[in-house]
């Protein structure tokens, strides 16, 4: 405290007397989102109690080892991980200012057409019954292949986005719904509707086990650093922030929009990838309500939808509480039909905090 | 004590499709100078800004700067080149704090690795305090964002990016037109920092008190053209309400501005 005092009378008098005081510096929004986190932990705890009589979070079984319920908490980040990765790239497009409605399609179209090329030639003795490239001897090719295929539909989804969205000007919500509708258009039209399986063992292993786990960690703080030590961060927030004086002060605005939009593109096609892998298929139907579920990890993290507020962490803890709800509500033995009906209200009601937060702040 | 003309500008146009918004502006600064630009509402004093600037890209004359012609091709080249301008939006970014606007555009790098290029906080902030201090703007905490400062505050910041970057000529779009009384005389302070330290200044103000107190020469614009230019010594307040107003009108002017 008396540091506090001495430091406050140092540099008191700013413009018109005014003082500045240390101590009603704003708390960072992350640390709001983190304790919603555990608030919601201690909640599913208790109702674990009252209502089925165990515990959400400790391990209550005799025959395993270990304080937590460990395969609890593997399964919630298994589950956030995948919309986890395209949440992080949703997170820099609504920084921006922008909305990405279209990762969920993409993720379908990337997930068809990379699987495509990481089939196998045979399964057990016969030719592959899915195989898409049998006649053309596109089978058993090395795993580079079908992901650098698979990123190249997200960057190219992705570059069309922002080429829609700063060049022609049309609002975003309009420009990524347009993509949304039509990448999934191309995920059906692919393989005229078939579902298509038997990858090969190396693409495979891109989603199995954790794998998925250590890839949004490491995208989160690949991305977390990158949005705030780098010129490219910077960028995004000043964009976001006050897109006039973005443009005033000579920053390029409508090339970086392009290079944003075309990263979050990036990103969901590697979700896309990570998710077909996991699941050893890809069919037209995959990643449906994606673009949401990431946007609302965003949301839910603090990130503002109108753009220049919010960071990769907060949507990390976002999508962890988004895993924490679905989790929890599975483990309450609720519906599914309730699962969704809540995760509506959730993210309606985090975007109402955001406006009474910026509110308040305006008031102030 | 005046130097050479640091800004000239011959037959600067202006035309937002038939509405002709600035006509043949013939402008000269010289080195140390401080000029306010004068005029109603709509007489074009903010368009021959944005053209001095490049914020806008003029219809047609001739803008020399620093002893060349210069064309520029956006406001960032107009900066690099010199100038320096405070607008009337602040163009300042809310969610970023202090040293961040300053350097928005132009930041400090640690190295350069294109868009992705390490940003040097440690660097921007010294410049800033360094700049801060030149024009003798005192805000508490660097760090907070624009978001949470007054509109005082707010305009210093906009301020103090002419000293942190040693810019040649520095433009004020009606700085102290949201400002309470003291956080005026904290503007007008840091104007007559300016002035001692030598830099060439453009005023664009209604305040008469202001202009009277602190420029040199005042110049005046009525419905897109030049009507007067006169020295600070050799007029007085009414003097240049009558040319605001086209009561009277400069016989070097006349011709052009009937």
């Known amino acids: ?286 990643g449906i309500m994606y673009e949401l579920d990431a946007i609302a990890m965003a949301v839910i993290g603090g990130i503002s939808l109108s753009g220049g507020r919010g960071s990769i962490v907060g949507t990390v803890i976002g999508a962890l509480i988004f895993g924490v709800i679905i989790s929890g509500f599975t483990f309450l033995r609720l519906d599914a039909y309730y699962q969704e009906i809540f995760k509506g209200g959730i993210i309606v009601g985090a975007v109402v905090l955001d406006q009474w937060r910026q509110q308040r702040a305006a008031r102030t | 004590m005046l130097g050479e003309v640091i800004l000239r500008t011959e037959g600067l146009t202006k035309h937002y499709g038939g509405v002709h918004a600035l006509e043949d502006a013939d402008f000269e600064i010289r080195k140390g100078e401080h000029v306010a630009i004068m005029g109603d509402n709509g007489a074009g004093k903010s368009t021959f800004v944005r053209q001095i600037t490049a914020v806008e890209q003029k219809t047609r004359g001739t803008i020399w700067f620093d002893g060349r012609e210069v064309n520029f091709a956006g406001p960032l080249d107009a900066r690099e080149a010199g100038i320096e301008t405070v607008f009337q939006t602040l163009a300042l970014a809310d969610d970023l704090d202090v040293p961040d606007n300053l350097f928005l555009g132009r930041e400090k790098v640690l190295f350069k690795l294109g868009k992705f290029s390490i940003l040097d906080y440690r660097g921007m902030r010294e410049a800033t305090e360094e700049g801060l201090r030149k024009t003798a703007v005192k805000i508490p905490n660097l760090n907070n964002s624009i978001r949470n400062m007054s509109g005082g505050q707010r305009q210093c910041v906009a301020i ?66 030049m009507v007067a230019d006169l020295n600070k010594e050799e007029t007085d307040g009414q003097d240049v309400v009558a040319y605001i107003t086209g009561a009277k009108t400069q016989p070097q002017f006349a011709d052009k501005a009937a």
Not at chain 1, 62 to 75: A, H, M, Q, S
Not at chain 2, 185 to 196: A, H, M, S
Request: charged letters at 15%; hydrophobic letters at 50%.
């Open chain 1, 1 to 286: 405290m008396a540091k506090d005092k001495v430091r406050s009378q140092k540099g008191a008098h700013g413009i018109g007397g005014l003082k500045y005081d240390p101590s009603k510096r704003t708390r960072p929004q992350e640390l709001n989102v983190f304790m919603a986190l555990i608030l919601i932990v201690v909640i599913f705890e208790a109702l674990g109690w009252m209502v089925i009589g165990d515990s959400f979070l400790f391990n209550t079984r005799e025959n395993v080892d270990g304080i937590f319920n460990v395969r609890r908490l593997r399964i919630i980040i298994l589950q956030v991980s995948i919309i986890g990765i395209i949440a992080i790239g949703v997170t820099q497009v609504i920084i921006l200012g922008g909305i990405d409605l279209s990762s969920g399609s993409i993720v379908g179209a990337t997930a068809m057409i990379a699987m495509s090329f990481a089939q196998v030639a045979e399964v057990n003795g016969q030719p592959n019954p899915k195989g898409m490239f049998l006649e053309q001897g596109w089978v058993d090719l090395p795993v580079l292949v079908p992901v650098a295929i698979g990123l190249g539909c997200g960057v190219l989804a992705g570059f069309i986005n922002g080429f829609f969205v700063a060049v022609t000007k049309i609002p975003p919500f309009i420009a990524t719904l347009g993509m949304m509708v039509a990448a999934r258009g191309v995920a059906k039209w692919w393989s005229k509707g078939q579902p298509i399986s038997f990858p090969t063992d190396s693409y495979a292993t891109i989603g199995s086990g954790m794998t998925p786990v250590v890839l949004f960690a490491l995208l989160a703080i690949l991305f977390y650093l990158i949005m705030k030590y780098t010129v490219y961060g910077k960028h995004t927030y000043a964009i976001g922030s006050n897109e006039d004086a973005a443009r005033m002060s000579g920053i390029k605005v409508d090339r970086h929009k392009i290079i944003v939009y075309t990263i979050a593109g990036s990103l969901a096609s590697l979700a896309a990838i990570v998710l077909s892998s996991k699941n050893l298929t890809a069919q037209a139907g995959m």
């Open chain 2, 160 to 225: 103090a990016r002419t000293a942190t970057f040693r810019s040649k000529l520095t433009i004020m779009d009606e700085p102290t037109a949201a400002l309470g009384v003291q956080e005026t005389e904290q503007v007008e302070n840091i104007i007559r920092t300016l002035k001692e330290a030598g830099e060439p200044l453009i005023l664009i103000s209604h305040n008469m008190r202001q202009v009277f107190d602190l420029v040199d020469r005042i110049i005046v614009f009525r419905r897109g053209r």
